[in-house]
């Protein structure tokens, strides 16, 4: 357990309302909901930006990238010379989608 300080005005008013711990509990608790549901939505926004960019999903272009080497040449050549900067990148969004997913349905579960 952490140990914070509320304002005294809030502690105040959500005490009104019944006990202080769980109503700072369930205030946290949505708040974390909502920044999460946030960050996955930014995160599937950039994994279907990358999609469209490379018109393909992230597993098949990774499948691509190590055994078609016709397929990196048209990259570095027509698409996107720096593709592997946009790989890591997307790699960190694709991932970051189920680690995410998994943190959230952990919270609503409990």
């Not at 055994?67 to 050549?77: N, T």
């Not at 720096?82 to 960190?92: K, R, T």
């Amino acid at each position: 357990m952490v140990n914070i300080a509320i304002k005294e005005d809030y502690a105040e008013i959500l005490g009104s309302f019944g006990d202080l711990q769980s109503a700072i509990n369930l205030a946290v608790q949505r708040y974390t909901i909502e920044k999460i549901t946030t960050k996955i939505a930014e995160l599937k926004q950039k994994n279907f930006d990358y999609e469209i960019k490379y018109h393909s999903d992230y597993p098949t272009f990774c499948q691509k990238i190590q055994h078609d080497e016709k397929f990196i040449a048209y990259l570095e050549d027509k698409v996107e010379k720096l593709w592997e900067i946009d790989l890591s990148d997307w790699e960190f969004s694709y991932r970051g989608i189920t680690d995410w997913t998994e943190k959230l349905q952990t919270i609503l579960l409990a």
